[in-house]
């Protein structure tokens, strides 16, 4: 007897039962990474050699950006473009997010976040980026992704007056302030400005109901920080009369800070804050210290700075003692050789700990004594937590095309 769909039904199982992946989300090494799937949550430090951009997906599958940078010049200091230098980084991270997005979820970003203003997370602009298609601003880091999907909300530390600690008119932050206000008058972006202390700005879009246990906090914003209770904060910077210009907040110091909790998991983003201040300048410009204070353990975090010489001071590595430290690298200096050490200290916290960046220069190599044992040092670095938050792996795709191949997977490991 003929049975024309046996070769179909044998296909079918033979598929299944080699592709548990399909099913419940397994990674495996050599294949494309497997979608999000519900009660996940993804957090991808998207490798581009120009900056930093991170994507969340929610447990819900409500989604978020964290800075899309596009740094417009290149010195032998720093990274080649990942995947490759035909598009710019803004368009990349765009594609990036088209197929990381479009498989499970809507064409949509529900957030957008841009740490502080310096083109390494906003886009910068150097006179060669196209024109937006209907809005009067160039397209660069966070400005294309505004060509691609719907923004929700926009958060920075800035709207809507841009006026802390003084103007900020540089050309890039003016460029990026026109596509604020042609998305929220065209295309039904919000604005908001990042409000410390609050769990109530970025949330569940979705399915809030089902995951009563995630949260994002908001740590910190132009050195406004939350003391850790209720919706408090405190201004850990003087008042600007008091204070000579010259030793006024810089862009770094404002960055915004945030943890995000899922169960018993934590993961911190900080931008550029730093922890050292440099010789001669006043004690608070450590922001560090009072921002790991409030935020206390975690189970990951992205590091402050990219690992520059003013970052991850000895008090903020042993206050966050991370299991998971991944660093966005792009220049020489990402990390310098004391953070390094400091990282790996097990005088400053016990226990142990991997450490991923998304490019590590080859300078890097011959001047930080031990670098060699990163987990891995090159390729996107995606955290995936499981369904409860109980236990996450860390998964490296290869970023030298758009192939989403995953080069190596790391754990499970299991939150404290
Ligand atoms: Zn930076």
């Not at 050195?223 to 810089?250: M, S, Y």
């Not at 440099?278 to 590091?303: F, I, M, N, R, S």
Request: hydrophobic fraction near 35%; proline fraction near 8%.
């Amino acid at each position: 007897m003929k049975i024309p769909h046996l070769k179909i039904i044998l296909f079918g199982t033979v598929l299944f039962a080699f592709c548990p992946r399909l099913m419940s989300g397994e990674d495996i090494v050599g294949s494309e990474i497997a979608p999000w799937v519900p009660g996940m949550l993804d957090i991808h430090q998207i490798s581009t050699g120009r900056g930093n951009a991170g994507l969340y997906i929610f447990p819900d599958g409500t989604s978020l950006l964290v800075d899309a940078g596009e740094l417009p010049r290149k010195t032998p200091r720093q990274t080649p473009d990942r995947p490759d230098g035909t598009r710019p980084a803004g368009e990349w991270i765009a594609r990036y997010l088209r197929h990381t997005l479009s498989r499970e979820l809507h064409p949509v970003v529900d957030y957008a976040l841009i740490t502080h203003f310096h083109p390494d997370h906003m886009g910068g602009i150097s006179g060669s980026q196209p024109k937006a298609i209907h809005g009067d601003y160039q397209l660069t880091g966070m400005t294309w992704l505004g060509e691609s999907f719907r923004i929700g909300k926009m958060l920075d530390r800035g709207w809507p007056d841009y006026a802390y600690p003084k103007a900020i008119a540089d050309i890039a932050t003016r460029n990026y302030r026109s596509f604020v206000r042609w998305q929220s008058a065209h295309n039904g972006m919000k604005a908001e400005r990042f409000l410390p202390g609050r769990n109530d700005q970025i949330v569940l879009q979705r399915d809030p109901v089902k995951f009563p246990h995630f949260e994002v906090r908001n740590i910190s914003a132009n050195g406004e920080v939350w003391t850790g209770v209720g919706r408090e904060t405190r201004q850990h910077f003087p008042a600007l009369a008091d204070v000579p210009p010259a030793d006024w907040p810089n862009e770094n110091m404002c960055s915004i800070a945030f943890r995000v909790s899922y169960g018993k998991f934590d993961y911190f983003s900080g931008g550029d804050l730093p922890g050292i201040p440099q010789e001669g300048y006043p004690l608070w410009h450590d922001v560090e210290t009072p921002v790991a204070k409030a935020v206390g353990p975690v189970e990951a975090a992205l590091l402050n700075h990219h690992g520059y010489i003013d970052s991850q001071n000895g008090f903020f590595v042993g206050t966050l003692r991370p299991r998971v430290w991944i660093i966005s690298t792009w220049d020489s200096g990402h990390p310098t050789a004391r953070v390094w050490q400091r990282l790996r200290s097990e005088r400053v916290y016990a226990g142990p700990r991997d450490i991923f960046a998304t490019d590590l220069h080859p300078g890097t190599r011959d001047v930080v004594m031990g670098i060699e044992k990163l987990a891995s040092d090159r390729g996107h670095v995606v955290l995936r937590v499981a369904p409860g938050g109980g236990d996450y792996r860390v998964v490296i795709v290869d970023d030298a095309s758009e192939s989403h191949v995953v080069k190596k997977i790391f754990g499970p490991f299991q939150s404290r």
